[in-house]
């Protein structure tokens, strides 16, 4: 239903501020392409796309852009498809508005195919009744102030996987020893920092009914084992049903949407208490 949002860790390796709106991507290489329109355009086109792709490695996702009559398509395709793309945008959808082309990495991490998890498969037929609705979730809506922690006195990952699970016991009866060994194992997989600074653990959580997500901010930034090499100072970390994959992919693409954006990353770490990120988070409109 929903797919993760394309060439996250190819824009965070850069170190640059998203390209400009018309740069070509390297031929051969897959793309993820955002456009945002109107909603009355929004099923032809998709429709028409879907049409176009038959049979190809697309990903095509679509979400209501919050407070608007506008919707968000994101296309995830190779780059000899994009002018194709392009033209059928510009004739089912005339006001639509092009952003991006985001390039993906050729040899994409663990955290980065998290983030692009396959595309083209919908819902998990196995998911429980009320998957669907919790998929629609999105970060800011399951952010609160006691989601928040920040100047969690840590100096590595497994001394932040051990607090996270102390603190899930206390404040949301969780064992901590079951969601610290959740992280453990997911990042035994392979780091989920994505560079530039920033993380995004998660994992599958036993006996969990409903998503969590928390905003942590270590008092000094760590190691993570990130891509780029840097330190970790800004990170989400994703507690999920285990049964909850639609959820899942849906939850990481949000932070993914919103990691993208430079102008996000600089203010959710400039942010000095939890009301201002969970009012940060509920404010944001995708660009």
Known sequence: MTHPLAGLRALLASGKNPAPRHSRPAPGRNVMMHVTLDAQHATPLRQALIRD??????????????????????????????????????????????????????????AW????????????PAAQPDEMAGAKASIAQLLSRDHV????????????????????????????????????????????GLGQGVAVPHSQIKGLRRAMALYVRPATPIPFDAPDGNLVADMVVLLVPEWANTTHLHLLADVAQ?????????????????????KLFADYDTP
């Open 53 to 110: 792709c038959a049979g190809q490695p697309w990903t095509i996702r679509l979400a209501q852009l919050p407070g608007t009559d506008r919707m968000r398509l994101s296309l995830y395709l190779p780059r000899d498809a994009v002018s194709g793309a392009i033209q059928r945008v510009a004739h089912l959808a005339p006001t639509a508005e092009l952003g991006q082309l985001f390039e993906v990495p050729d040899t994409p991490t663990d």
């Open 113 to 124: 195919r998290d983030l692009i998890n396959p595309a083209s498969q919908g819902a998990d």
């Open 149 to 192: 922690l920040l100047g969690l006195d840590v100096t590595n990952r497994d001394s932040l996987f051990v607090q996270l699970g102390q603190v899930c016991e206390q404040r949301f009866a969780l064992p901590a020893s079951t969601v610290t060994a959740g992280l453990l194992a997911r990042e035994a997989l392979g780091s989920t």
């Open 258 to 278: 919103r990691f993208c954006d430079h102008h996000f990353r600089e203010q959710l770490h400039a942010c000095a208490d939890a009301q201002a990120v969970c």
